[in-house]
């Protein structure tokens, strides 16, 4: 009798052999897996499909994330762009709470030469000049200015900026982006601040976003602020 003879016959009417554990002991070596069993050409195509499967889900988020990322960008510069023109409202007002009640207006007051787009710097002196100085250092696009008001509020009067519409003296510098600055006084010409006096000084910016793709959904933003402070 062979040795095939000895071998355990199975339930299904074959031996075992060996490999199936035929001697007794469990089988040994590794599990079966899915991919033992599978053709290499199987295999591949199911690597293929998984492939495929993920070109396509980024395709589908990869522009979502690109306008976001973009997006985070330009609103970062506008953040920036208002909190420039805030301070800059802020140094105008300044120059005019230290110094309107003793300087004569010409030597306080100057509106920005040049051209609509290409605008030069009002005098050091001036209260525009003081903001002007402040956005030219934080490198805003100079040529967006728009506005650079100067307000008065009479106290004498009882004339509060927040319950007061028209102001006893206004200052104004305006023009762009359609025209040069022009300086007017709408209100009040030759109206003398005293101390006690509200003064107001305002700046309005046009901020662009940078990047085609959020500037295609909006193509400006007006930044405008105002401070508000007391003549000394």
Do not use: K
């Not at 469990?26 to 998984?50: E, F, L, V, Y």
């Not at 230290?98 to 787009?117: D, V």
């Not at 040069?180 to 005293?194: K, L, N």
């Amino acid at each position: 009798m062979g040795r095939r003879d000895h071998l355990p016959i199975t339930a299904s009417g074959r031996r075992r052999g060996p490999r199936d554990g035929g001697d007794g002991r469990p089988p040994t070596g590794r599990g079966i897996t899915p991919g033992d069993h599978m053709p290499c050409w199987r295999a591949r195509a199911h690597r293929d499909r998984q492939r495929g499967q993920t070109l396509i889900e980024f395709a589908l988020v990869a522009p979502v994330l690109i306008v976001l990322a973009f997006g985070i960008f330009d609103l970062g510069r506008a953040e920036s762009a208002n909190v420039t023109v805030t301070n800059s409202a802020r140094e105008g007002a300044r120059r005019l709470v230290a110094e309107m009640t003793q300087q004569p207006a010409s030597t306080i007051l100057g509106c920005p030469g040049g051209t609509a787009a290409a605008p030069t710097a009002p005098a050091t002196t001036t209260a525009q000049g003081a903001a002007w100085r402040q956005m030219a250092n934080a490198s805003l696009d100079l040529s967006r200015v728009t506005l650079l008001d100067v307000r008065v509020y009479s106290t004498a009067l009882n004339h509060d900026p927040s319950t007061t519409s028209t102001p006893d003296y206004e200052f104004r510098c305006s023009g762009p982006p359609h025209a040069a600055f022009t300086s007017s006084e709408p209100v009040g010409a030759g109206y003398a601040p005293v101390s006690g006096d509200w003064v107001q000084f305002e700046v309005t910016y046009t901020y662009a976003p940078l990047t085609p793709m959020v500037s295609a959904l909006l193509r400006s933003v007006s930044v405008d602020q105002t401070a508000t402070m007391v003549l000394e």
